[in-house]
């Protein structure tokens, strides 16, 4: 019946379905045959209604994506380049690829794990920027695209100790922020993207003056939150104790160990004027950490460290990393004073009321093993 045939929403149920069986090993292949036969009827003027958009391959690249596949991102790349050759070649612009279809690549890319995924991202991303500036309303990068590229990141700083990754970083950052600051919308940042470059910052000890750099990162993110009125970027305890890391691990002389310190006191105490960047257990252990690296003296470190666990015990954050820097800064004079001279799990409940540390995960699966082990 010529007056009953399949129209693109009809395609689109049937492509959804097939990525969506699970069980069966050759759905991706029965899902992009789809769009081919798809195309075929509409090009031969067969079914004027059967036109491929570019919600139809969305399905797919999100499906090879999420599959983990060694392939994944090289298939995702081939996607795009059949939609790229729908619109350029045969005149189908509904089905041109946009920034959903670059950021799941981008994606694909970023879960793959490959060595040269940040190098792939990075050209993808330029690529992007490139199709913009030259008039592209379908293709352009969004906040997505930049937490993609900056996360992208990570490995080089955290596995390979890349001394120049904290520095790509902040200048992408820095490109997202002109880009907002410019009107553009769709590049509003977040408080993830700033935490991440503040941390990368924080994993760059090789570079003189990084904690200056994470503390500056920070400074850039409460203007934008506070002057510019960007609510989603709000600034967190994780951003304010990454600057607070960044402190801790400085080298160098007397000096300079002395104004990381100072910095370190600063942020602490403007951590703890706000209800959402309040100290948690990890900033008080970071902070013990400063005070055992940076300060000169045992009497200093004796001064401040009381006064600190005075207020890490009233907060009820006293974590097992806390506790632990806090007797290595101390005298055991001091120490026994202030504790008693009992172990971490001797201490009181109250000092560690409000610590979401691993220590609770333990006894939990330490209970349930021995309740398995009684059934």
């Not at 009953?4 to 379905?17: C, L």
């Not at 800064?329 to 008693?340: M, R, S």
Request: include cysteine.
């Amino acid at each position: 019946d010529e007056d009953v045939q399949p129209n693109q929403e009809s395609f689109q149920i049937a492509i959804d379905a097939w990525v969506r069986a699970t069980d069966e090993p050759n759905a991706l292949i029965r899902a992009e045959q789809t769009i081919e036969w798809m195309t075929k009827i509409y090009l031969s003027s067969a079914n004027d209604l059967a036109m491929p958009h570019t919600s139809c391959f969305y399905p797919i690249l999100k499906c090879w994506a999420a599959s983990g596949r060694m392939e994944a991102p090289i298939m995702t790349e081939q996607m795009i380049m059949k939609m790229q050759d729908l619109q350029m070649q045969q005149g189908i612009h509904s089905a041109r690829p946009d920034t959903m279809c670059f950021n799941i690549v981008l994606s694909s890319w970023l879960k793959s794990k490959d060595i040269t995924a940040e190098k792939r991202i990075r050209q993808v991303f330029e690529y992007m920027d490139k199709c913009h500036r030259r008039g592209s309303t379908d293709i352009k990068p969004n906040s997505s695209t930049y937490n993609i590229v900056i996360s992208s990141i990570s490995p080089a700083v955290k596995k390979h100790c890349d001394m120049g990754g904290a520095r790509r970083a902040d200048r992408i950052l820095a490109r997202l922020e002109k880009g907002y600051l410019a009107g553009d919308e769709s590049l509003k940042p977040d408080t993830i993207i700033y935490n991440q470059v503040i941390d990368y910052w924080a994993k760059t000890q090789s570079v003189r003056g990084h904690y200056l750099n994470a503390r500056c990162v920070l400074d850039r993110q409460i203007e934008m939150f506070e002057r510019k009125g960007v609510r989603k970027c709000r600034p967190d305890v994780t951003g304010y104790t990454s600057v607070i890391a960044a402190c801790a691990s400085t080298f160098g002389s007397k000096l300079e160990r002395r104004r990381s310190f100072d910095l370190a006191h600063a942020t602490f105490m403007e951590s703890c004027k706000n209800k959402y960047t309040q100290p948690n257990e990890v900033t008080y252990g970071l902070m013990f950490k400063a005070v055992g690296r940076l300060l000169p003296n045992k009497k200093e470190k004796d001064r401040y460290a009381k006064t600190l666990f005075g207020l890490c015990c009233d907060d009820g954050c006293l974590g097992q990393m806390a506790f632990n820097r806090m007797k290595d800064a101390v005298t055991k004079e001091l120490f026994e004073q202030l504790t008693g001279d009992v172990t971490y799990a001797e201490c009181p409940e109250e000092w560690k009321a409000h610590v979401k540390t691993q220590d609770k995960k333990t006894k939990r699966r330490k209970a349930m093993v021995s309740s398995k082990d009684r059934l």
